[in-house]
């Protein structure tokens, strides 16, 4: 069985601002790691993915995410944020059956 | 840029009345699937399908929930008798295959029962 477990539901920050938005998950065998944005009343669109190699992977609108064996994490960091990055957040894990297991989600709301 | 699409945006319904919910997936994608999120929880898969059957499902996915590719571009997800615990928003998501590839989402369906 796999997991993803999302601490933060919920990261204010100010604009300009750097931010990272925490995942651990918990896996039996390998896993592909997934990071998922909700804009309101949108869809969920992917922001970046590990499937495997390099560690820190790096996503669109400057969102990136390393990959932690060791520490089973995959936190998302963006150096400074925009307005327009408030948004719902999901971490998600595929062991290799292509069904996605998510997080609770982040809310994160960047203010002026 | 294709898209996975979703009808309605919203529904509601009375406890015990049939609902169909309807997504249009990326017309060159080969599995679907449905996900729900009760407000306030995690989204959660409820069943893929590919080739014209059900590949996978989970234990949300009793004999009230059907699925169905009734021509070749929808994908239904219809609930027989709906109950208040359906209340909740429906993910309809597509892909190429794999669990590689990236899962294209729809906007979602809100789905009240009352």
């Known amino acids: 069985a796999q997991s993803v477990t999302q601490l933060d539901s919920q990261v204010p920050v100010f604009e300009e601002a750097p931010v990272e938005l925490r995942c651990n998950y918990s896996s039996s065998v390998s896993v592909y790691l997934f990071w998922y944005v909700q804009y309101p009343n949108q869809g969920l669109q992917l922001l970046l993915k590990?499937?495997?190699?390099?560690?820190l992977v790096k996503g669109i609108n400057g969102f990136e995410a390393e990959f932690n064996k060791s520490q089973t994490s995959f936190h998302l960091r963006k150096p400074s944020v925009h307005i327009s990055d408030t948004a719902e957040y999901f971490c998600?894990?595929?062991?290799?059956?292509?069904?996605?297991?998510f997080g609770k989600g982040t809310m994160l709301l960047v203010s002026p | 840029e294709p898209e996975v699409t979703q009808t309605p945006s919203h529904q509601v319904t009375q406890m015990g009345q049939e609902v169909i919910l309807r997504c249009v997936p990326i017309s060159n994608h080969l599995y679907f699937y449905w996900y729900r999120q009760i407000l306030g929880q995690k989204v959660e898969f409820l069943v893929s399908f590919y080739n014209n059957e059900i590949s996978e499902k989970s234990e949300i996915f009793d004999d009230q929930f059907s699925v169905e590719r009734p021509d070749g571009s929808n994908f239904t997800l219809k609930i027989r008798s709906t109950k208040l615990e359906d209340s909740a928003m429906y993910f309809c998501?597509?892909?190429?295959?794999?669990?590689?590839?990236?899962?294209?989402f729809g906007p979602g369906t809100r789905l009240l029962v009352l």
């Open positions: 590990y499937l495997s190699g390099s560690t």
């Open positions: 998501a597509s892909t190429l295959g794999g669990a590689q590839e990236t899962q294209y």
């Open positions: 998600a894990v595929n062991s290799g059956y292509s069904t996605l297991t």
